[in-house]
C-alpha cells in the first residue's frame, strides 16, 4: 500500500516569498491532517480535514496560511507571505476514519527554510 | 504549563538495558494516548497505543496513570535500533505531540 506522498521535500524560498505543499493522502483515508514541526519540537496541528470540509484549524494562522482539500483527496497548504519563524518540517498525516482512536500515518516531509 | 510534557533527554543508555520514559499531560478529559517514535529526519510512525489496562508488545510496555495524568513507556532489553525520538501524544479534540525524549542506545 503507498504511504502518504508530500511534496517537494525541500524548499528554501526568502522571507515575504509564497510557498505551497502538496499531499496526497493513503487511497481511501477520509481525514487528512497538516502538521509543523519546528526544529527540537513536537509536531503542532495546523489544520485537518474531513472529506473536503475543515474540522479544527484553531491553531493555523490564517492570516498567512491557507489550505484547501477540494476533492476531498489530496491538498495543498500555502504561505503567503512567508516569515523566518516559518522555517520547519510540515507533514502532511492521514487516517482513515476521524475517531480519537484513529491511527495517523504520516508522509516524509517537507522540509522549509526561509531566509 | 504545556498540554503535554515530556523529559528531552537525552537518554544514552547500553545495548540490554532498560529505560524509561515518562510524559505528563494537563487535559483530564484526554480521551485516547499514542506513543509515536521519530526517527532523525524522518517522520513519525506510531509505536503503540496506550490503554487504560496497560499494554505490552514484544520489549515495549506502556502504561496510563488518569489519575496523576501521565503516560509511560518502558523499553527493555534495548537495541542499537531502538535510538530515535519518542513523541508522546495525547488526543481530546486534536492530537497533541509533546516535544519527544531523545535515545540513543549505544554497543
Known amino acids: 500500500e503507498a504511504g502518504v506522498a508530500q511534496s517537494p521535500r525541500y524548499k528554501i524560498i526568502e522571507k515575504r516569498q509564497s510557498v505551497a505543499f502538496w499531499c496526497n493522502p493513503i487511497?481511501?483515508?477520509?481525514?487528512l491532517y497538516w502538521y509543523q514541526q519546528i526544529l527540537g519540537q513536537g509536531p503542532k496541528l495546523l489544520i485537518q480535514?474531513?472529506?473536503?470540509?475543515?474540522v479544527d484549524d484553531s491553531q493555523l494562522p490564517k492570516d498567512r496560511f491557507s489550505a484547501e482539500r477540494l476533492k476531498g483527496v489530496d491538498s495543498t497548504l500555502k504561505i503567503q507571505p512567508a516569515k523566518l519563524e516559518d522555517s520547519a518540517v510540515y507533514l502532511c498525516?492521514?487516517?482513515?476514519?476521524w475517531g480519537k482512536g484513529e491511527t495517523q500515518y504520516f508522509g516524509p516531509g517537507t522540509r522549509l527554510l526561509v531566509l | 504549563r504545556k498540554e503535554v510534557e515530556q523529559d528531552p533527554g537525552p537518554f544514552n543508555v547500553p545495548e540490554g538495558a532498560t529505560v524509561a520514559f515518562n510524559c505528563t499531560y494537563s487535559?483530564?478529559?484526554?480521551?485516547?494516548f499514542f506513543w509515536y517514535r521519530q526517527d532523525c529526519r524522518k517522520e513519525p510512525k506510531l509505536l503503540m497505543s496506550?490503554?487504560?489496562s496497560g499494554n505490552e508488545d514484544g520489549r515495549f510496555t506502556a502504561q496510563l496513570n488518569r489519575a496523576s495524568q501521565y503516560i509511560s513507556l518502558l523499553i527493555r532489553d534495548s537495541k542499537l535500533s531502538d535510538s530515535a525520538t519518542y513523541l508522546c501524544?495525547?488526543?481530546?479534540?486534536?492530537?497533541?505531540f509533546g516535544a519527544g525524549t531523545r535515545l540513543t542506545v549505544k554497543p
Open positions: 498525516a492521514s487516517s482513515l476514519g
Open positions: 487535559n483530564s478529559a484526554s480521551q485516547s
Open positions: 496506550v490503554y487504560s
Open positions: 501524544v495525547v488526543n481530546n479534540n486534536d492530537m497533541r
Open positions: 487511497s481511501g483515508h477520509a481525514t
Open positions: 480535514f474531513q472529506n473536503n470540509g475543515v
